[in-house]
């Protein structure tokens, strides 16, 4: 019978093995291991949990505010389901490999969920983008929170469904903060359209200039990340800003040490997976979301 326990110290290096097998798929844990050495994670941000049968882990899942599978089958599913019914609903979304998640979320008791993506085509290059990268692209600075605080507020909100401010600004607005602070937002901004004229005061509306392009990278592992936050503004759609932008951001990430760059889209978001697929982006899995 399989039982579901924390993962302990001795298990590091199965854990790396099993990891390093779907880098892209496995980038959040990778960034964890990375940061703490070990399996044994644990903190108010979450905990590693294994599905052991008998002695021997045969899954792992991220339990915190995502729960994150790794190496899930149905049967580890079950395991972990019994012990989140029993504990309640403290999470915030599953995300992952999609036949893992869906079923995962058809075993749990947490109620509706605000919405379900089902399919995410799970994206990834390795090899020099195959657009010219946009040179006007580069690392945001803190001066220019107020336009990217306002182009990430209107990513999220058409993104998800619901404003990331609608129980205030101050907890998005630190995100956004850290993001930069981080050195991990990429962002075209300026106060001329590429096509001539002034770029509307919007969505940063007591400014002159604004976000033409932006993209974060969201998760940072040794040899890969992952970018997430892709934004571009509506007044220079379809005129090549987002390929070029998006090869600035992997021609400038892997200039930095990490050859594999990922991400993951939603599978009606045709135009976005076009410009993706443009820039060199090949697909490596499927992933789903589910969102409580």
């Not at 599978?69 to 599913?77: D, G, K, L, S």
């Not at 974060?216 to 970018?227: F, K, L, M, N, S």
Request: charged content about 20%; glycine content about 10%; some cysteine.
């Amino acid at each position: 019978m399989l039982r579901v326990a924390r993962l302990g110290h001795q298990h590091t290096r199965w854990l790396q093995g099993l990891l390093a097998l779907k880098p892209c798929e496995n980038v959040y844990l990778l960034a964890l291991l990375d940061v703490s050495g070990t399996a044994q994670m644990s903190s108010p941000a979450g905990s590693l949990l294994g599905v052991f049968d008998g002695e021997r882990p045969v899954a792992a899942y991220w339990a915190g505010g995502n729960i994150i599978p790794v190496a899930a089958t149905p049967e580890t599913n079950q395991a972990l389901a019994a012990k989140l019914n029993a504990e309640g609903r403290y999470s915030c979304s599953l995300i992952g490999d999609r036949r893992v998640v869906l079923d995962l979320h058809r075993r749990l008791s947490w109620g509706r969920p605000r919405g379900i993506r089902e399919r995410q085509p799970l994206l990834a290059i390795s090899s020099p983008p195959q657009v010219e990268p946009d040179p006007e692209v580069r690392l945001a600075t803190l001066d220019q929170l107020p336009a990217v605080f306002a182009a990430s507020v209107d990513m999220f909100t058409n993104e998800v469904g619901f404003s990331p401010t609608e129980g205030g600004e101050s907890s998005y607005l630190a995100r956004v903060r850290s993001i930069i602070r981080g050195g991990n937002c990429f962002v075209r901004i300026s106060d001329t359209l590429p096509q001539g004229g002034r770029v509307p005061r919007w969505p940063a509306r007591d400014l002159d200039e604004q976000v033409l392009f932006k993209a974060d990278i969201g998760i940072r592992a040794p040899r890969v990340v992952q970018v997430q936050g892709v934004w571009v503004h509506p007044e220079v759609r379809n005129l090549g800003l987002g390929a070029a932008g998006m090869a600035a951001v992997v021609a400038q990430t892997q200039a930095a040490g990490h050859p594999m760059v990922s991400l993951y889209a939603n599978d009606y978001n045709e135009v976005a997976l076009r410009v993706y697929q443009r820039v060199g982006f090949e697909q490596v899995g499927t992933f789903a979301t589910v969102m409580y």
